[in-house]
Nanobody, 128 residues
Framework: QAQLVESGGGLVQAGGSLRLSCAAS????????MGWFRQAPGKEREFVAV???????????YYADSVKGRFTISRDNAKNTVYLQMNSLKPEDTAVYYC??????????????????WGQGTQVTVSS
């Protein structure tokens, strides 16, 4: 069974940093696009960032405007793990963050329906 498990969430003050990890198991996700979404209470799940699968020609990343310049997505295919480095955190970043995988190309502002596998989520709370 393919599985994604997020970790690294927690409570942090505004301006601080966190690094989220998403560990995959059950199969290799090296040829999948890997994304991060988030969902705040009472709101819809929204796109945060995505990284394409890596090949000889490299990979691509895309970010939501709300996090661009502050967040960085990366992947380590040898570890079957994806990361989201979050800097300069704001209270509005507070949400449950979900890791997701897609058997397809990375696209900016992707929709949750575009993704095939999901983790259970990890809570990020930013105080001010």
């Amino acid at each position: 069974q393919a599985q994604l498990v997020e970790s690294g969430g927690g409570l942090v003050q505004a301006g601080g940093s966190l690094r989220l990890s998403c560990a995959a198991s059950g199969r290799s996700f090296s040829r999948c696009s890997m994304g991060w979404f988030r969902q705040a209470p009472g709101k819809e799940r929204e796109f945060v960032a995505v990284v394409s699968w890596s090949s000889w020609s490299g990979s691509s990343t895309y970010y939501a405007d709300s996090v661009k310049g502050r967040f960085t997505i990366s992947r380590d295919n040898a570890k079957n793990t994806v990361y989201l480095q979050m800097n300069s955190l704001k209270p509005e970043d507070t949400a449950v963050y979900y890791c997701a995988a897609r058997n397809g190309p990375a696209q900016p502002m992707g929709a949750p329906n575009d993704y095939d596998y999901w983790g259970q989520g990890t809570q990020v709370t930013v105080s001010s």
